[in-house]
């Protein structure tokens, strides 16, 4: 008994000289099993090694609008590096002023998904990037018209090849999608209080988001939502509990069932990602849902059959409003000029 | 007789001791005289003062799609960071994909000219900036809806305030226009070749750049095209000898004539700056010309009557692609996002 305070004492010496020997709050440590921090650099892409003059070149044909038909729209046109990567409308505008089908998801983070789009329909950032540019309501052009745009640019030419060394015609489609592929890996927002708090920073997540969070897991979001982007891992019928009205779920747009010809598909889209989905409002693939509260309530309603109280509505958007990461600082490149034989617009 | 040889030493000895005193290259000294160095600061606008906040400020506005009714067109949109200033189309593409009558002028040095647009009907950046957003085939809203649009972004509150501090509602359009016009001056090109050359580096200019600087000067280009941006400064009838073809003028666009509602200014326009010239093809109010040499060509014949030869063409051509100065470095802005209460896009 005369020994107790001098064990004590020790016991305590033992656990300030060993703090991860702490048990760790339980909700953080769900949370580090459910999600995943986004990492201070961006990943490689298999078979696309990234380099400094590929990054660049990728940047500079992110933002050239020459590689649409009206040289009009660039990939930025519809993924604004200022506006979490996204474009703020329902639908994007394309060639013509067409609507797109679906709201424009985000560039930021689209490395760590699956596959891109909303149906999936491109398994990678590769085959993503070169569908937008010749897609007839999008950018509108042809893959041959693409390249025969940019081989008529001299400045192309030096960039091209110090992106792709040792190709002896390296401007093809392959590698403007290759290199815009690079760039868009680099748009990553790291950072997020919602990182900080799961790498240890206590203060980083403020408690509203913390009640959040644990809603977040408890009502059964983060079983699609789950993984570095909170999303993007999984394919999942819009209305898995109940049809939600066809406001948000447009009868003519079957999703995932066009790629795979499955009727057990039918109505079925990749569950987004939530990073910064503070900032790209509008929401849902049919771009339906302008406000997170509104998002939370459908999603609740016809992924899990609940009707959540406002005050767990509030949680769960403040857990959403933290993970908000670091944007992109992104310096608008100076592009090659068009000269007196470079292909016109298209009129 | 005998002191003849050390006089000359003397004087050789005092021309090497004061190289200042040494005769200017005439062909400089002329051209000093007609044009002017692109400073490294761009100077101050009148009641306007620059700040960094506005800058910033300006920067965001000019990249915002939100200050279009679609939200879907930016001043960049048209007037392209990386593309010198312009959009590389005859004429740009506005609200619900209609047609701008006229070339879109590169922003890029427009501080150092008298008035802006084709037809000079804005005196000033400032006046200038209102423009586009709210004309019906831009950008199409209102100056009351650009204003709630923006009050109705909870982020440019501050951005605001900084910009204008003071103020007790500063969310005005006339400081939209304040801040976008301060942005716009910062986008200065110097240290072109020309420049470094005028400044005394005589081997930035090439022989073939200097033969075309004396021919633009004997053929009388430069009576039009002078001071800092090689025009900009006056006003001219587009066929001045000779009206060119209408595919160059055509009939419907009378230019300054709407304008003023003088005679005088029938078919009268801007005569353009000519800094970063090989940047921004097409060239005249009416996109018509997509090299250098056939805007040459055409402007020697309707303007001062002179068919010039091909070599002179050459030169000619050689000197202006040695206007093309230092392009402005710009960081993508991140712009504040829409919440639930913004004003959404205008379908």
Redesign the interface.
């Given at each position: 008994m005369r020994l107790a305070p001098l064990t004590l004492a020790f016991g305590a010496a033992l656990v300030l000289a060993l703090p991860t020997a702490r048990a760790e709050d339980p909700l953080r440590a769900q949370a580090k099993q459910l999600f995943g921090v986004i990492p201070e650099l961006a990943p490689e892409l298999p078979d696309n090694p990234k380099t400094a003059a590929k990054v660049d070149l990728g940047r500079?044909l992110y933002?050239?609008?020459?590689l649409s038909e009206?040289?009009?729209i660039s990939c930025n046109?519809c993924h604004?590096?200022?506006?979490?990567g996204a474009?703020?409308?329902?639908n994007?505008?394309g060639h013509?002023?067409q609507h797109g089908a679906r709201n424009a998801p985000t560039v930021f983070n689209a490395i760590f998904n699956t596959a891109q789009f909303w149906d999936g329909r491109a398994k990678d950032l590769k085959e993503q990037a070169g569908g937008p540019i010749v897609n007839p309501i999008e950018m509108s052009i042809t893959k041959s018209h693409a390249v025969a745009q940019l081989k008529g640019i001299p400045g192309y030419a030096a960039p091209f090849k110090a992106a792709f060394p040792g190709e002896s015609d390296p401007i093809t489609y392959g590698n403007i999608e290759r290199a815009i592929a690079v760039f868009e890996s680099t748009l990553i927002t790291p950072d997020a209080p919602f990182d900080l708090w799961l790498k240890g920073d206590d203060a980083a997540l403020a408690e509203p988001a913390k009640k959040g969070l644990a809603i977040f897991i408890d009502a059964g979001c983060a079983a699609c939502h789950n993984g570095i982007n909170i999303g993007g891992r999984m394919y999942a019928p819009f209305g898995v509990v109940e049809k939600p009205g066809w406001e948000y779920l447009p009868p003519n747009d079957h999703g995932r069932l066009a790629v795979t010809n499955t009727i057990a598909d039918d109505y079925v889209f990749k569950v987004p990602g939530l990073r910064n989905v503070?900032?790209?409002?509008?929401y849902f693939h049919s771009g339906s849902a302008?406000?997170?509260?509104?998002a939370v309530t459908v999603m609740a309603r016809s992924q899990l059959g609940k009707t959540l109280s406002d005050s767990e509505i509030t949680a769960i958007v403040a857990f959403l409003d933290s993970l908000t990461g670091k944007?992109p600082?992104?310096?608008?490149?100076?592009?090659p000029?068009?000269?007196?034989t470079t292909p016109?617009?298209v009129?």
């Open positions: 500079m933002f050239d609008p020459r009206s040289h009009n046109s604004l590096i200022g506006l979490g474009d703020g409308r329902a994007s505008i013509n002023w503070a900032l790209t409002a509008p302008w406000s997170l509260t509104q944007q600082q992104v310096v608008f490149p100076i592009l000029p068009s000269v007196a016109q617009p009129e």
